[in-house]
């Protein structure tokens, strides 16, 4: 049985599908998406660049 990813939605959401989803997969993977829906699919990347990627955006603003 394959288990479907957690999607997290963003805190910084507006109303609607304008949204941003993360979910941890298999793998030590993160996927990024524009909805909660594995379909629509926008970004795989591993965790440790998504720390990276998060934490320049903090950094930055």
Known sequence: MT???AWQKSS???EGDACVYV???P???VK?????DP???VLATTQAA???FLRAV???G
Do not use: I
């Open 3 to 5: 288990t479907q990813p």
């Open 12 to 14: 910084f959401c507006s």
């Open 23 to 25: 979910a941890t997969a």
């Open 27 to 29: 793998g030590a993977l």
């Open 32 to 36: 990024v998406a524009d909805r909660a």
């Open 39 to 41: 379909a629509h699919l």
């Open 50 to 52: 998504w720390a990276d």
């Open 58 to 60: 903090k950094e930055t």
